[in-house]
């Protein structure tokens, strides 16, 4: 069984903090994926990562950054969270082949006060 | 640009009913499409992959079809239950990304 974790399913956080979301797997999957699921917009990419120390951004990078350094484990980070970065973040998987199937980790829901 | 979009936006149906989920896509050239299921506040879940060589991908109750010249996918739900009751999004592989649908949301009722 694919298994992708991440490190909170809840978090609760104040304005300017500096926050980390981490998502682990254990399937040797080359890329990597952070996403965020607001109501009416979807999912939205935020950034991703085909190898390790490698990432690209995805449609919404602004105040995120990440961090791969090791193949299994894919940092997001808030580096000074807003109440505007309440939301679900969703970390997924996938193989670097064109029939890749993706995985996703439970998700966290961040809220920012 | 690749966009998905997905029809009806929410349905309710009563328990026993076989349902048709709508998926489509703008670009034909895709090497798969993936249905996933998502419970309220939890992450997706796989249901179904169908790569572009195949027309259709069966799971238990669960079956999908992909007509790739028509850009469309369709995902049949057999005698529906209510813990059948969630969102369903499809999503197809663009460059090392996926493009997802909005959903559709499900409710089964007892």
């Known amino acids: 069984d694919v298994k992708v974790t991440q490190s909170s399913r809840y978090l609760v956080k104040r304005t300017g903090e500096k926050v980390f979301l981490e998502c682990v797997q254990d399937m040797d999957h080359e890329n990597m994926f952070w996403y965020r699921q607001d109501p009416g917009l979807g999912l939205r990419l935020i950034y991703f990562?085909?190898?390790?120390?490698?990432?690209e951004k995805g449609d919404i990078p602004e105040g995120y950054s990440v961090s791969r350094e090791k193949k299994e484990r894919f940092s997001l980070i808030l580096e000074s969270a807003s109440t505007n970065q309440t939301s679900m973040y969703l970390c997924?998987?996938?193989?670097?082949?064109?029939?890749?199937?993706?995985?996703f980790g439970p998700g966290t829901r961040l809220t920012v006060l | 640009k690749q966009e998905v979009t997905q029809i009806p936006a929410a349905l309710s149906v009563p328990e026993g009913e076989n349902l048709v989920l709508n998926c489509s896509f703008t670009d034909s050239a895709i090497y798969n499409l993936q249905w996933f299921r998502q419970d309220p506040g939890k992450g997706l879940t796989s249901l179904l992959l169908i790569q572009s060589s195949q027309r259709e991908q069966t799971s238990g109750r669960l079956n999908a079809s992909l007509d790739k010249s028509s850009g469309r996918s369709t995902l049949y739900i057999a005698a529906s239950q209510p813990g059948d009751s969630a969102t369903y999004l499809c999503?197809?592989?663009?460059?090392?990304?996926?493009?997802f649908g909005p959903g559709t949301r499900l409710s089964v009722l007892p």
């Open positions: 990562s085909y190898d390790v120390k490698m990432k």
């Open positions: 999503a197809v592989p663009y460059g090392q990304n996926f493009v």
């Open positions: 997924a998987i996938s193989r670097l082949a064109s029939n890749n199937e993706q995985f």
